[in-house]
C-alpha cells in the first residue's frame, strides 16, 4: 500500500487513534496534504483549526456519519470524531483509501509514532498509546501527561540551576523521580492486568463475575461445575480495564472433562496479576482454607453472607460480599483498582509508560539534568 501511495504521490495517510472494536466513538486522524482537499470534497462543512465543527461526512450522495472535525493547528491533520460502530469506521476508512490515502493499520498495539506528527518525543507517546486507552479514566490520565511532564520539568529546570548549592533539594528531587518510577498506574491503564476469580465449586465465582463484567458473561446455576473452561474478558473496574477471567470451581475433577478445564484455567491463574479468591460460608471449610493457603496474596471475599453460614467471616479475613445482590462489589472494585495502583487517580501527576520514559527517569536518577531528555 505505501508503495501504491509514493507511486501515484498519494494524499497522505490516516489513522485510527482509538481502540479497534465498537466504542461511543472512534477517532481517525488524517496526515498530509491532502487533508484539507478531502474535507472540502467530503465534509459538509468548513473545519477551523483547534475548533470542534459538526457536520456530515458524505460519500457521493450518501451519508456516512454525522462528525465533529478537529483540524490540527497548522491544517497538516484532522481528527474525525465518529460515532463509534464497526461498520461506519470501516465505510470512512474505505472512503479514505480510495481517495488515495494509505490507512496504518495497527492491531492492538500502540499506533506507529511515525503517523503522528509529533511536536516532542512525549507527545508522539500520548499520540501512540490513544489506542490502548479503553477506558475515560485511561485516556484522560493519558491525554494529561504532556501537561504533567511539562510543569514537572519546568520546576525541574529552575531547582538545577541552584542545584550545587542546595544537596537537600537533589535528594527530594530523587525521592521525585524514584516515587514516578515505582508508580505503575499508567502503565495499567493501558495493559490490562489479569484478574482470576477462583474458588471451590458453587461458592457464586461466575455470579461475582457477571456483577464485575456489569452484564451476564458467564452462566450461573445451582449446579456444581457449572463453568466448565475460564472465561476471559475485558472488565472495566470503574475506568480500570482489566481481563477478568472465571474459572470452574477447584475440586478433584469428576470426568476428564472437567480435569482438562481445570488444568487449563490453572495456567491461566498462574499467569494472573492478581486472584480473588471467593469463599462460601454455606459450605464447608476445610477445602477452602486450603486453597486460602495456596493463595495467600488472593484479596478473599466470603461471598452468600445472606445465608446462614458454617462459619464466620471473620475465621478467614475476608470482605464480605452477596454476588448476586452486589452488595459489597464496589468495596472490591476499590480494592481490585487499589491492587494496581490506581485507586485514587491523580490527572495532573506526571507518570511513564514507555520504555524510554523509564530509561531518562533512571538516567535522572544519576544526574537531574537528563529530565530534559522526557519531553
Ligand atoms: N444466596 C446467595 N446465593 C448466591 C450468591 N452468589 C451466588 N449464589 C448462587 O450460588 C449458585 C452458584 O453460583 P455460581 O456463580 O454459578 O457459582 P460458581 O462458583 O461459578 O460455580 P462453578 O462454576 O460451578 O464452580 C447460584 O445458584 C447462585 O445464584 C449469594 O451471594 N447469595
Ligand atoms: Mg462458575
Redesign the pocket.
Known amino acids: 500500500m505505501g508503495q501504491n501511495r509514493d507511486e501515484r504521490g498519494g494524499r497522505g495517510r490516516a489513522i485510527r487513534l482509538t481502540p479497534a472494536g465498537a466504542g461511543a466513538i472512534a477517532v481517525v486522524r488524517i496526515i498530509g496534504a491532502g487533508c484539507g482537499e478531502f474535507l472540502k470534497t467530503h465534509f459538509a462543512a468548513t473545519p477551523a483549526a483547534g475548533k470542534c465543527v459538526h457536520g456530515e461526512i458524505v460519500d457521493g450522495g450518501r451519508v456516512l456519519d454525522d462528525v465533529v472535525v478537529v483540524l490540527g493547528t497548522d491544517a497538516a491533520f484532522a481528527d474525525v470524531n465518529l460515532h463509534g460502530g464497526v461498520w461506519v469506521v470501516r465505510a470512512f476508512l474505505d472512503l479514505l483509501r480510495r481517495e488515495g490515502f494509505e490507512i496504518i493499520e495497527h492491531a492492538g498495539g500502540p499506533a506507529p509514532a511515525e503517523a503522528m506528527d509529533a511536536t516532542s518525543a512525549l507527545e508522539g507517546e500520548v499520540l501512540t498509546y490513544l489506542p490502548l486507552a479503553r477506558t475515560e479514566l485511561a485516556l484522560r490520565t493519558l491525554l494529561a501527561q504532556t501537561r504533567a511532564w511539562g510543569e514537572f520539568n519546568a520546576r525541574i529546570s529552575t531547582l538545577t540551576l541552584r542545584l550545587s548549592d542546595l544537596k537537600f533539594e537533589i535528594s527530594d528531587l530523587r525521592t521525585e523521580i524514584s516515587s514516578i518510577l515505582s508508580d505503575h498506574s499508567l502503565l495499567h491503564l493501558l495493559h490490562p492486568p489479569r484478574v482470576a476469580i477462583i ?10 463475575a457477571n456483577q464485575l463484567f456489569a452484564q451476564e458473561r ?10 466448565r473452561d475460564w472465561v476471559g474478558e475485558i472488565a472495566n473496574i470503574d475506568g480500570l480495564a482489566v481481563m477478568l477471567l ?1 474459572t ?2 477447584l475440586r478433584e475433577a469428576a470426568d476428564a472433562i472437567e480435569r482438562v478445564a481445570i488444568e487449563r484455567s490453572a495456567e491461566q491463574v498462574r499467569a494472573a496479576d492478581l486472584v480473588v479468591l ?1 469463599l462460601d460460608p454455606t459450605q464447608a471449610l476445610g477445602p477452602q482454607r486450603a486453597l486460602a493457603e495456596q493463595f495467600p496474596e488472593a484479596i478473599r471475599v466470603v ?5 446462614p453460614g458454617k462459619w464466620d467471616a471473620a475465621v478467614v479475613g475476608g470482605l464480605s ?5 452486589g452488595t459489597g462489589v464496589d468495596e472490591l472494585r476499590r480494592r481490585v483498582r487499589g491492587h494496581f495502583g490506581c485507586e485514587a487517580v491523580e490527572l495532573n501527576r506526571p507518570r511513564w509508560w514507555t520504555q524510554r520514559q523509564r530509561e531518562v527517569l533512571l538516567r535522572a536518577m544519576g544526574d537531574p539534568a537528563a529530565m530534559g531528555e522526557m519531553m
Open positions: 474458588g471451590v465449586p458453587n461458592v457464586g465465582k461466575s455470579t461475582l458467564s452462566i450461573t446455576a445451582d449446579l456444581p461445575g457449572t463453568t472465571d470452574p470451581g471467593v461471598n452468600k453472607t445472606d445465608l460480599i452477596v454476588a448476586t445482590l
